[in-house]
Nanobody, 115 residues
Framework: QVQLLESGGGLVQAGGSLRLSCVAS????????MAWYRQAPGDARELVAE???????TYAHAVKDRFTISRDNAKNTVYLQMSSLKPEDTAVYFC?????????WGQGTQVTVSS
């Protein structure tokens, strides 16, 4: 079992920045990829960015060059630095960990970007 706890969401004006954090605990030794997903009301959950244990990152086209995912393996923490935020980035952001093909999810943190 892997437990994930997100923090850092909130309300920000368009053009602003936020940093999300996700701390993993439990049986994390076999976790390779960690990721951030988001879900806006009425929409499907979508991948925002993911990062391997070795630090290889990939991004959704909509956030590339604005968001940065990073990972501190010593602290079992993954971050999402969000800059140049837009109203369309408004969503609940979920942390995800892949443990040998078994997905685990955090409870989500709300990000609201006002215009």
């Amino acid at each position: 079992q892997v437990q994930l706890l997100e923090s850092g969401g909130g309300l920000v004006q368009a053009g602003g920045s936020l940093r999300l954090s996700c701390v993993a605990s439990g049986s994390i030794y076999s976790v390779n990829f960690m990721a951030w997903y988001r879900q806006a009301p009425g929409d499907a959950r979508e991948l925002v960015a993911e990062i391997s244990r070795g630090g290889r990152a990939t991004y959704a086209h909509a956030v590339k060059d604005r968001f940065t995912i990073s990972r501190d393996n010593a602290k079992n923490t993954v971050y999402l630095q969000m800059s140049s935020l837009k109203p369309e980035d408004t969503a609940v952001y979920f942390c995800n960990a892949d443990d040998l093909g078994v997905p685990y999810w955090g409870q989500g943190t709300q990000v609201t970007v006002s215009s």
